[in-house]
């Protein structure tokens, strides 16, 4: 699984699926405490979901051994045979055994990714279940064009005016998901960010509360997306449009799930035409644009300027009038120490004697700098290549799901 969110997800799913067989499953990735995995581990497991980098610590820590390994499911196949991964793809192939069976899941498969694929499998059988690259019918799109710099302000304009209360937005980077999130709740919306810099904890609290409908608004990279699977979410919004077109489908595959509708939105500022036009070209079809009222490319903002806040200028003249005060005693300060060097001084007699003074000089210490190493399962989790990709869970797609595609070998 490329992602901590992926990774516990199908662990729920591979659980309830599996009640009433004799399974034991266990979950493994970074970011959370290794000693409980490494024991769940020595007890015993039949199915183990695992993140490339922290199942490289077991594997190195000899807390699991794949040599007897009969079945390797790879979900997102896409991502996980791209740059970011493939090294430490590479390195568990060569630790199982050569002899077993290849599944691959995802919802979009690149010719690059297939030419991949014949490396390590053979004569593989290809099944779909939908036509390749293109959305569900279920899903309806729209693009609004915008000026790059009103983005935000459309957003937020959109969120109230529609009274949009679960809404997913997509953005290209993670400083730009914090961005929008903090941006948003300064418009009074309730929202909160999610990708790889995050902690687990926070990333956990903050699906869970988009999950129960307690967040308004998850704003969030491809990578710290591909593991979500909101049930019924009804909207999802394009903040920025990805440079690979085959990610445009992943993203808003995260609506119209389980035969339910969904609405995908997509702000196009001048920028992303071109980005727009592959994604068209990939799936088939123009996106209807609709302008959005007041704001219309090339018109000026209207935001409604900052609310009076008597305390908050209180507080301002306040902090203004510290701030001169204490600007005023460093310059007394200031010019009596410099009174005091232009004093003469006897022999030997420092500052500090001459006026009765003795102070002990406090012992100058140094703070040794401590430097973090990131292990290896931190850095082979949720990272982020260019380009990104991102695609849906493993077994929505398996039990029917729409949009997947399989790769298999028989055992043998």
């Keep these: 699984m490329p992602t901590r969110e992926l990774a516990a997800q199908v662990k729920d799913s591979v659980r309830a699926y599996g009640r009433f067989l004799k399974l034991r499953s266990a979950v493994i990735f970074g970011g959370v405490g290794f000693t409980p995995q490494a024991d769940e581990l020595r007890r015993g497991v039949d199915i183990v979901v695992a993140t490339p980098g922290r199942l490289l610590d077991h594997v190195q820590q000899r807390t699991i051994d794949l040599r007897h390994i009969e079945v390797l499911v790879l979900d997102e196949a896409d991502r996980m045979l791209d740059m970011g991964f493939i090294p430490d793809i590479r390195r568990i192939l060569a630790l199982l055994p050569a002899k ?33 690259n293109k959305p569900i019918e279920l899903i ?3 693009a609004h064009p915008v000026d790059s710099g009103r983005k935000r302000e459309l957003l937020a304009h959109l969120v109230k005016s529609n009274n949009w209360q679960q809404v997913l937005v997509f953005t290209r980077t993670k400083h730009g998901a914090n961005r929008v999130a903090q941006q948003l709740e300064r418009d009074g919306i309730d929202a909160d960010a999610i990708h790889g810099n995050k902690s687990q904890g926070a990333r956990t ?8 409908s307690e967040l308004q608004v998850l704003v969030a990279t491809d990578i710290a997306a591909r593991g979500l699977d909101i049930e019924e979410l009804p909207h999802v919004v394009i903040y920025d449009l990805p440079h690979v077109a085959e990610d445009y489908v992943h993203r808003i595959g995260r609506t119209g799930r389980a035969g339910a509708s969904g609405e995908a939105v997509v702000l196009v500022s001048s920028e992303d035409r ?12 123009r996106i209807e644009q609709r302008v959005v009222a007041g704001f219309e490319p090339g018109s000026r903002s209207h935001a409604p300027a900052q609310p009076h806040d008597p ?9 203004a009038g510290q701030s001169r005060q204490r600007n005023g005693n460093r310059q007394q300060q200031n010019n009596r120490q410099d009174r005091r060097n232009e004093q003469p001084r ?17 012992p100058q210490t140094q703070q040794p700098s401590q430097s973090r190493h990131p292990s290896q399962g931190e850095q082979g989790e949720d990272r982020q290549p260019p380009p990104e990709r991102a695609g849906n869970q493993l077994f929505p797609g398996l039990l029917g799901g729409l949009g997947r595609r399989m790769f298999g070998r028989k055992a043998g």
């Design 140 to 142: 309806s799109q729209i």
């Design 346 to 362: 006897s022999p030997g007699q420092g500052p500090q004697q001459r006026h009765g003074q003795h102070r002990p000089q406090r």
């Design 311 to 319: 305390q908050r200028h209180e507080r301002g003249r306040q902090g």
């Design 274 to 285: 071109p980005l727009l036009a592959a994604i068209e070209r990939l799936i088939g079809r």
């Design 205 to 212: 609290r903050a699906l869970k509360r988009f999950k129960d």
């Design 100 to 132: 077993r069976q290849n599944l691959l899941f995802s919802a979009t498969f690149p010719d690059e990714i297939r030419k991949l694929t014949k490396s390590f499998m053979h004569d593989p059988v290809t099944v779909e279940v939908a036509p390749r």
